[in-house]
């Protein structure tokens, strides 16, 4: 029965040849690894130059660069995204594992791993109920820390003289605040600006009121009676940063009884479980930080708001059409994008790589340490110098060898003197061997010896372990002093 290298023909058909040649009527040739993986990559960036993927967050990580690294999957399916560090310091919620969310951006590849993968450009919870799934988790958590617990509330001021509010600067929660402090009974009032929607918010909000918690009384700063945390209605997504982990533990541990007046008599956030009193409104809690008091000058106030609002305007609107103008321009960051990944991936491989290099050199040295023995060297200086007598000298060239040879023999001659053996005993080392001329190196070995000879600079030693009775040597078996050119002592100092 024929094999299947019977015949030339047969190793064709079967793609079993060793070395590739070229069909007849076959015009392709064959792709490097680098030029498939750059198509590859052209193609798919350019079929789905923008995706939404809806899908749970999983193995999700930062970088030390900043970037975030993480997976997107289903009951079927799963596709590895990286968000860069400017996208992902922008996100409104912190991403955790098992979040079912929408990503935006791109698919891309990476071909020093041959795999493909989104590059998100934003990334949203996937919708009311998924977000709301993620709050009551959150809740469950707190309480069951006892942050919600009745036992930890304050009781308000009746009259508090100085009220601090954490809530934006430039929004009508403030002003209503303010207006309603003022008709009711006008109080010093300290305004910590933050934002209270969007990137950063819950920082700038636990910030605010660890901030005010730690103004000491006495101070050039009055330390406020009594906190609002403020922000008007809105939906679940743009109250999100009350519902924040930091909101919550920052609220339950602040020393001033807090009001918590965000959103609408319907709207309820976790921070409002953590403060002392709820106000279903940012007018309410100024109604409960102080007692009434009769309404004054509510149509000056009124105008004084106005003019307050109108000034801004043309910032604003000159702003508004800076960042169109922004939005147009190419982003530089996208260009570094691939880099920047693939600096990550080379740093880890540097690390791993400079500890090998490590051990296959040394491991190379100690398997070389036998071509710098001294009688080896002394071998080829005689055979050159036996070369050189023979050849037929021309006075230049002889001039020109003899001072490249000569150059040469000083450079063996320094590495002979800092490979000699009996170079350590002038300074102070001594060489130990056995009863049978063996050059010892361990204690134990020592010990086992009848007779032991320890060479100096300036002679030898004979002398025996202790405990053991000292043998007696014929006076022609005498130890003679080890010479330097011996080739034992020489395979003795090199193992």
């Given at each position: 029965?024929?094999?299947?290298?019977?015949?030339?023909?047969?190793?064709?058909?079967?793609?079993?040849?060793?070395?590739?040649?070229?069909?007849?009527?076959?015009?392709?040739?064959?792709?490097?690894?680098?030029?498939?993986?750059?198509?590859?990559?052209?193609?798919?960036?350019?079929?789905?130059?923008?995706?939404?993927?809806?899908?749970e967050l999983s193995g999700v990580k930062r970088a030390a660069s900043g970037h975030m690294y993480c997976a997107l999957k289903d009951e079927k399916a799963v596709i590895d995204g990286v968000m860069w560090r400017g996208n992902a310091q922008r996100l409104s919620f912190q991403p955790e594992d098992g979040i079912e969310v929408v990503a935006s951006g791109k698919l891309t590849t990476y071909p020093g791993r041959s795999k493909y993968q989104i590059v998100i450009d934003s990334l949203e919870i996937a919708g009311?109920?998924?977000?709301?799934?993620?709050?009551?988790?959150?809740?469950?958590?707190?309480?069951?820390?006892?942050?919600?617990?009745?036992?930890?509330?304050?009781?308000?001021?009746?009259?508090?003289?100085?009220?601090?509010?954490?809530?934006?600067?430039?929004?009508?929660?403030?002003?209503?605040?303010?207006?309603?402090?003022?008709?009711?009974?006008?109080?010093?009032?300290?305004?910590?600006?933050?934002?209270?929607?969007?990137?950063?918010?819950?920082?700038?909000?636990?910030?605010?009121?660890?901030?005010?918690?730690?103004?000491?009384?006495?101070?050039?700063?009055?330390?406020?009676?009594?906190?609002?945390?403020?922000?008007?209605?809105?939906?679940?997504?743009?109250?999100?940063?009350?519902?924040?982990?930091?909101?919550?533990?920052?609220?339950?541990?602040?020393?001033?009884?807090?009001?918590?007046?965000?959103?609408?008599?319907?709207?309820?956030?976790?921070?409002?479980?953590?403060?002392?009193?709820?106000?279903?409104?940012?007018?309410?809690?100024?109604?409960?930080?102080?007692?009434?008091?009769?309404?004054?000058?509510?149509?000056?106030?009124?105008?004084?708001?106005?003019?307050?609002?109108?000034?801004?305007?043309?910032?604003?609107?000159?702003?508004?059409?800076?960042?169109?103008?922004?939005?147009?321009?190419?982003?530089?960051?996208?260009?570094?994008?691939?880099?920047?990944?693939?600096?990550?991936?080379?740093?880890?491989?540097?690390?791993?790589?400079?500890?090998?290099?490590?051990?296959?050199?040394?491991?190379?040295?100690?398997?070389?340490?036998?071509?710098?023995?001294?009688?080896?060297?002394?071998?080829?200086?005689?055979?050159?110098?036996?070369?050189?007598?023979?050849?037929?000298?021309?006075?230049?060239?002889?001039?020109?060898?003899?001072?490249?040879?000569?150059?040469?023999?000083?450079?063996l001659e320094r590495l002979y003197l800092s490979l000699n053996p009996k170079a350590p005993l002038k300074r102070g080392f001594v060489l130990v061997t056995g009863e049978n001329g063996e050059l010892l190196r361990s204690r134990a070995v020592a010990a086992q010896q009848a007779a032991l000879s320890i060479e100096f600079s300036d002679g030898v030693l004979e002398t025996v372990p202790a405990g053991r009775a000292p043998a007696a040597k014929p006076a022609a078996k005498a130890k003679k002093p080890h010479s330097?050119?011996?080739?034992?002592?020489?395979?003795?100092?090199?193992?």
């Amino acid at each position: 029965m024929p094999g299947p290298f019977d015949s030339d023909d047969n190793i064709n058909d079967s793609g079993g040849g060793l070395v590739a040649r070229t069909r007849a009527g076959d015009n392709s040739e064959p792709l490097t690894i680098t030029e498939i993986s750059t198509q590859l990559k052209r193609t798919v960036e350019d079929r789905f130059g923008f995706v939404r993927l809806r899908g749970e967050l999983s193995g999700v990580k930062r970088a030390a660069s900043g970037h975030m690294y993480c997976a997107l999957k289903d009951e079927k399916a799963v596709i590895d995204g990286v968000m860069w560090r400017g996208n992902a310091q922008r996100l409104s919620f912190q991403p955790e594992d098992g979040i079912e969310v929408v990503a935006s951006g791109k698919l891309t590849t990476y071909p020093g791993r041959s795999k493909y993968q989104i590059v998100i450009d934003s990334l949203e919870i996937a919708g009311e109920g998924a977000l709301l799934a993620l709050l009551e988790k959150t809740r469950a958590r707190l309480e069951a820390e006892g942050l919600f617990a009745a036992d930890r509330k304050q009781r308000l001021p009746f009259m508090p003289r100085v009220i601090g509010v954490v809530t934006s600067p430039t929004g009508a929660v403030i002003r209503d605040i303010l207006h309603r402090l003022s008709d009711r009974f006008p109080s010093h009032v300290l305004v910590w600006p933050v934002l209270v929607q969007g990137q950063g918010s819950a920082d700038q909000v636990a910030a605010a009121i660890r901030g005010f918690s730690e103004i000491q009384p006495g101070g050039s700063v009055p330390r406020p009676d009594l906190v609002i945390v403020a922000r008007g209605g809105g939906s679940v997504e743009d109250l999100w940063g009350f519902n924040e982990e930091s909101v919550v533990r920052a609220i339950a541990e602040c020393s001033i009884p807090i009001i918590s007046a965000v959103g609408h008599e319907t709207d309820t956030t976790l921070a409002d479980y953590a403060a002392d009193a709820r106000a279903p409104t940012p007018t309410a809690a100024a109604e409960m930080a102080v007692p009434v008091r009769a309404e004054l000058l509510a149509a000056v106030e009124d105008l004084a708001l106005r003019q307050k609002r109108a000034a801004p305007r043309p910032i604003a609107l000159g702003r508004e059409r800076l960042e169109a103008r922004v939005q147009r321009l190419p982003k530089p960051q996208v260009l570094l994008q691939p880099q920047a990944q693939r600096l990550d991936d080379l740093s880890d491989r540097l690390r791993r790589g400079l500890s090998e290099r490590a051990a296959q050199a040394r491991a190379l040295l100690m398997a070389d340490k036998a071509r710098l023995s001294a009688p080896l060297l002394r071998s080829r200086l005689d055979q050159a110098r036996n070369r050189l007598m023979a050849a037929r000298l021309v006075p230049g060239l002889v001039t020109k060898r003899t001072m490249r040879e000569q150059e040469r023999f000083s450079a063996l001659e320094r590495l002979y003197l800092s490979l000699n053996p009996k170079a350590p005993l002038k300074r102070g080392f001594v060489l130990v061997t056995g009863e049978n001329g063996e050059l010892l190196r361990s204690r134990a070995v020592a010990a086992q010896q009848a007779a032991l000879s320890i060479e100096f600079s300036d002679g030898v030693l004979e002398t025996v372990p202790a405990g053991r009775a000292p043998a007696a040597k014929p006076a022609a078996k005498a130890k003679k002093p080890h010479s330097p050119s011996s080739q034992s002592r020489q395979d003795d100092l090199f193992g």
